[in-house]
């Protein structure tokens, strides 16, 4: 199974950016698509973006415009740039690459560990 790990948290003040990356074990080529999650304390887990195969994108009407992911196939990274950071930004963001198997329609999901983003003045 491909394992994934999040770096590039921290904390950054309102209006400011930072550069989240996920580096996988394993070829990227292997999921239907990645993506980035978060989570804030108390609220459940949502999908910040995420980007196909194909390299398709979705964004959150939370982030359109903010944010930008993209994909490395030659280095298996995904990497989502956020710009115009807001308090409300502030979470665990985890890395997510899943597949179906089309047999079973099942998906897959592989997770990390996740990375804190904190926006605070």
């Known amino acids: 199974q491909v394992q994934l790990a999040e770096s590039g948290g921290g904390l950054v003040q309102p209006g400011g950016s930072l550069r989240l990356s996920c580096a996988a074990s394993g070829s990227i080529d292997s999921f239907n698509a990645m993506g980035w999650y978060r989570q804030a304390p108390g609220k459940e887990r949502e999908l910040v973006a995420d980007?196909?195969?194909?390299?398709?994108?979705n964004y959150a009407d939370s982030v359109k415009g903010r944010f930008t992911i993209s994909r490395d196939n030659a280095k298996d990274t995904v990497c989502l740039q956020m710009n115009s950071l807001k308090p409300e930004d502030t979470a665990v963001y985890y890395c997510?690459?899943?597949?179906?198997?089309?047999?079973?329609?099942?998906?897959?999901?592989?997770w990390g560990q996740g990375t804190q983003v904190t926006v605070s003045s």
């Open positions: 980007i196909t195969s194909d390299g398709s994108t």
């Open positions: 997510n690459g899943y597949f179906v198997l089309y047999a079973t329609m099942k998906r897959f999901d592989s």
